[in-house]
Structures are given as C-alpha cells and as structure tokens.
C-alpha cells in the first residue's frame, strides 16, 4: 500500500502512544495522531485538549482545539485555569504533543520569533500558547515535527519551550521536576536523547530514507545510534483508519 | 444589576479609547459581533488582552484600534498565520503594536489573581524559556514556607471585558456552557463588563457544567443573536471553518483587509 511522507509521521507518533496513558493533544497532527492511536492499539488512552476538555472522544476530527466535538465527548469540560492548574502542573499527564518552527540537538522549541531580535523579527509566529508549561510538566514529551535544515538548526533564535537546555542535569538545575522529550518523530525517522548527553541522535529510519538523508535535513551534525533502525512501514489498518479519520475531519 | 442595551449602545458605554479590554473565548463563544462594533466606533489605543488573539484580533489590529496586544498564542486555529497581526509586529502597519507575551498558563492565572483580587498569581511556569527575558511581568518568587523558587505573574486587571454566552434572562443574570475557556475569570477582573448573548429567555434553565454570571456581576448584557460568529455558540450554531479559511486569503494583503474593512464600516469605494 502506498502512503505519503507524512501518514508514515503520523502513524510513528500514534505508535509511540502506550494504551491508557493520558495525552495532553495539541491541534493538528498530534490530535490526528491521539486519535488514530486510540483507534488503533490504544483505545483506553485518555486524550486532554488545553480548551478543558479531559477525556474528548471525539466521533470526527476537530479542527479547532474547541470544537464542540470535544466538549460532546468529553469527560469533563473545565475552565482554562483548571486544565493548566489542576491537571496539567502538579504532572497528572503522561505525555504532551508539540511541534515546532525551529528545534536544536536538546529539543529545545522556538515557536516564537525567527530572527536574532525579538522586537523586529524576520517572522513573527504565533507563540508560546500552551506549550512551555507542557514541556516542563508532562511526564514525557514527543515533538512531531518535518525535517528541515530550516527547522532541525544549531542554535534556536528564542527557547518557547525548554527541552533539555544546553544539556544533561539542565532540567534539574532549573527545578523542573518531570520529562522532557522523549523523542522528535519526523518525516523522515525518529531521534531520541542519548542518555549520557541528552542529545538527539538519530535512532530510526522510515522505509525508504537514507541516513544521508536524514543528515541533509540537519543544520547540526545529527549523530546515528549505533542501534540504528527501521521504523515498520504502516499498516493496512493504520493506513485505512487513518484516511477515514482525515475524511471526517471538521464534520461536527 | 446587569442593564440590557442594544449592542452600539452597550460597547460605547463599555469599551472606551486607551482601555485595557478583554475579548474572551476560547475558539467557542468568541464575542465577534461586539469585536466589529468597536471597529465601527473607530475605537483607539486599546491595550488589546487575549489568550489566543485570533481572527478577531486581526480585524482589530488591522483597523487600527490597539496599541498594545497582551497574549499567549496568536495565529488562525487550524489555518495558519494571523497577517494582519504579522503586518503590524513586523512592519508596524497601520500602526505599531507593543507586545506583551506569555504562555497560556501564565495569562489564565493572571486573570485568576486579578478576579480574586490578588495582585499575582504563582505558578510553575516559563522556567528555561526566553521569555522571562522579554516579558517584564514574569519574575520570580519564593514561597515563604518551602524555599522552593517558583514563577510569579500580575493579576491582569482590566478597564473592560467583552465576552459572548448562550443566554441571559431579563434581570440579565448569564448562563454559557461547552467550552467556557477563561470569560468568567475576564469578567470578575474587569470594571466594566459586556455579555453579548444568543437569546433572553424569562427563565434560566438550571444546565450542568453551565458557569452562571449573576446580573449583580455583570454590566451590560446585549442581545445579539449569532454574535460569536464565524467562532460558535454551543447549542445554537457551529464553528464556520469556511471563514476562517477565507480570512487567510482576505487579511493576507492591505488591499483586500482594507476592502472587507470598508465593507464592515459602510465606507463606499
């Protein structure tokens, strides 16, 4: 079965998803991907949008982070101050989804500015929204993201969003108490920290893409694990589940 | 007491140039119709305070009506890129935007303090980042009582909060439900309020997980039916995703922004 670069993305990030842990979804790939993996292998996972709603089963696949969908199906719909405060911070929640404009060798996010000046940026983005407090209170951390020398640089213009600093014992000295990313799954394969440093490496490959590959669409010198691997392709029922959650995608 | 006005009449006695003013709603409810009679009332120099300064930002933004925008995230949920907010940050069009950034749990709690009363709020929030940096109001505290060293943020008291709800009854007592995001929190941190809502009704049905507003908490209610459009109103509408896909389009040049403006306005060209 033929699939695209980015079914293949979605599908690893679903994968990485244990059965009945509880998900912290951001809009956009991380929701399709939550809810492909709670279609698929995880259907007990417990999906919390940052609107309030805990516990969202949604029927068809929101566009917005508040879609009514999401309050219809959800366990419980609290204020914004809530799902911060009491659900979010004192870590009750497993795993947070981010993505990112600009990520370095520690998974630190820029979501911010791109540009050296934060008063006159070259792009003004849009911001931290909820994520600098899901990178430092989920219980791990997956980062989807392409793979781009453009995204993938040396130095982020501005830290949205700590990963692990400048390096190993970085979380710590600064208080943080849980997590950090656990792995960046792109287009192309996935990197995770290497435990000693906590810099990424590349530690899978999807079906078909070369490490040289993988390198080009590195600004820094990505390193390869010496466990290098192959991600499985997708299945026919990843694959089929998940074109049939794309097609219902705004429906509500 | 809650007085019920018509919409013009409500947002002029609400919203008043050189304000700090809230519109509130997340993604659900956002009070769209009230966001455009400021524009008709060519308000100025509003300190404009949002979590996720949407598309209605953007609208505010392009016509000219801030000074100043507070917020968290601001981009055109599930769309893209805010244009008219882009134009402004980077090219100072129409006008140049002061801007004061947060993270979404750091402008909840600040509007949690400012409607208990407090002058800041704690949390464990912006710890490594950057924006400590470049955000004056976040600085950190110690808790008198561990030692332990956390983030301190100041309650976000506003001149004037704006929001949309499903339904009022005549003593202007407000109900919403859904999605609630922070409205409440804006209203109990503002001097002035606005409640646009869907429908008056004589009796407010008692409805689970509803926040209800007592009329004694609330300034002004108006009657606005669909005024949260193109966002939606649990109950009585659904999000019109086509908009805010066409408002890539619309706000992506000055040209077009400034025609749909005029269009709004009932400027003729």
New interface residues.
Partial sequence: MNYTSDEMMTVAAARALRDGAVCFVGIGLPSTAANLARRTHAPSLVLVYESGTIGAKPTSLPLSIGDGILADTADAVVSVPEVFNYWLQPGRIDVGFLSAAQLDRFGNINTTVIGADYRNPSVRLPGAGGAPEIAASCGEVIVVVRQSRRAFVDRVDFVTSLGYGRGRGDRERLGLRRGGPSRIITDLGVLQPEPETCEFVLTHLHPGVTVEQALASTGWALRVSPDLARTAPPTAEELSVLRALEATKGAA | MAQLLPLAEAVAEVVRDGDTVAFEG???LIPFAAGHEVIRQRRRDLTLVR??PDVIYDQLIGAGCARKLV?????N??VG??HR??DA??HGWPAPLDLE?????GM??R??AAASGLPFAV?????????PA?TPNIAPITCPFTG??LTAVPALNLDAAVIHAQRADRDGNVQLW?????Q??AVLAAKRSLVTVEEVVEVLEPKP?A?VLPTWAVGYVAHVPGGAHPS?A?GYS??D?AYYQRWDAISRDRETFTAWLDALTGVRT
């Fill in positions: 997340f993604t659900h979590m996720t917020f968290s995230w601001g981009g949920p599930g890129s805010l907010f882009r940050v980077q950034e947060h993270s979404h749990a909840a709690n509007y949690v949390l464990r929030g912006y710890v490594g980042t950057d924006l470049q332990e060293v859904g999605i609630t995001g922070v409440k929190e997980g926040v939606y649990h659904v999000r995703n």
